[in-house]
C-alpha cells in the first residue's frame, strides 16, 4: 500500500511569511495527526483529525497555526505569519480504525524560517 | 502526567555488537500502549512494535527483542548482533488506551541515536 505523503519536503521561508504543508494519508486510515519535531527531541501532537473532525487540538498554537482537513481526506498545516521558533521538521501520520492501531508516519516536511 | 525517558542520548557499537536502548514511562493509567519507532536518517518515523500494558510478555522478533517489565515501568529494547543499517534515532512512545475507537496521542521520548561501525 502507499504510504503516507507529505509536500513539500522541504521550505525555507523568512520570518512573517505564510507557509503550508499538505499530507495525504493512507487511504481507509480515518484518523489523521500532525507533530511537529524540533532538531534533537521526540515528534509532539499539533492537532489529531477522526474523519474531518478535529478531535484533539489543544496542543496547537491557534494565533498562528490553523489546519483543515475536507472530506476526511487530505490536510493541510498552515501558519501564518511564521516566527524562527516554527523552524522543525513536520510529520504527518494517519492510523486505520481500531483501539491500538500503529500510527504510519510520513517522511516530514522540513521547515527553516530565517 | 504521562512520560517517556530515554536516558541515552547517543550510543556508539561496533557492527555485530549486542545493544540496549533504554525506556522509562510514567503514567497514570492501568491501561495504556508502549511503542517503538525507528527513524532512519530518510526521516520517516518506521513502526516497530506496539505493546499493551497488560501483556508482559517479552518478544522477539529477529535481531530484535523487547522486555517490558512493569515493576520498574520500562521497556527496553535489545539489538543482536547490531549491523550499520541499525543506524538510526529509536524512538520510545506511550499511549492512553481511553480514546475510545481509535489510538490515543503519542507521546514520545526524545530518541537514542544509534550509530552503528562496520
Known amino acids: 500500500e502507499a504510504g503516507v505523503v507529505q509536500s513539500p519536503r522541504y521550505k525555507i521561508i523568512e520570518k512573517k511569511q505564510p507557509v503550508a504543508f499538505w499530507c495525504n494519508p493512507i487511504?481507509?486510515?480515518?484518523?489523521l495527526y500532525w507533530y511537529r519535531q524540533n532538531l534533537g527531541q521526540g515528534p509532539e501532537l499539533l492537532i489529531r483529525?477522526?474523519?474531518?473532525?478535529?478531535?484533539?487540538d489543544s496542543q496547537l498554537p491557534k494565533d498562528r497555526f490553523s489546519a483543515e482537513r475536507l472530506k476526511g481526506v487530505d490536510s493541510t498545516l498552515k501558519i501564518q505569519p511564521a516566527e524562527l521558533g516554527d523552524s522543525a521538521v513536520y510529520l504527518c501520520?494517519?492510523?486505520?480504525?481500531?483501539?491500538?492501531?500503529?500510527?504510519?508516519f510520513g517522511n516530514g516536511t522540513r521547515l527553516t524560517v530565517t | 502526567a504521562q512520560k517517556v525517558t530515554q536516558a541515552q542520548t547517543e550510543i556508539s557499537v561496533v557492527e555485530k555488537e549486542d545493544v540496549t536502548l533504554d525506556c522509562v514511562y510514567e503514567?497514570?493509567?492501568?491501561?495504556?500502549?508502549l511503542f517503538w519507532y525507528k527513524q532512519p536518517p530518510s526521516g520517516e518515523l518506521v513502526f516497530l512494535i506496539r505493546?499493551?500494558?497488560?501483556?508482559?510478555q517479552n518478544e522477539i522478533s529477529g535481531r530484535y527483542s523487547w522486555n517490558f517489565q512493569k515493576s520498574t515501568s520500562s521497556f527496553n529494547f535489545t539489538i543482536t548482533a547490531s549491523q550499520v543499517v541499525d543506524s538510526a534515532v529509536y524512538f520510545c512512545?506511550?499511549?492512553?488506551?481511553?480514546?475510545?475507537?481509535?489510538?490515543?496521542?503519542?507521546?514520545f521520548g526524545k530518541g537514542t541515536k544509534l550509530s552503528v561501525k562496520p
Open positions: 501520520a494517519s492510523s486505520s480504525p481500531g483501539y491500538n492501531s500503529p500510527l504510519h
Open positions: 487511504s481507509g486510515h480515518n484518523t
Open positions: 483529525y477522526e474523519n474531518e473532525e478535529a478531535v484533539d
Open positions: 503514567t497514570r493509567d492501568t491501561t495504556y500502549y
Open positions: 505493546r499493551n500494558s497488560f501483556d508482559e
Open positions: 512512545a506511550l499511549s492512553e488506551a481511553r480514546y475510545g475507537g481509535s489510538q490515543g496521542n503519542l507521546i
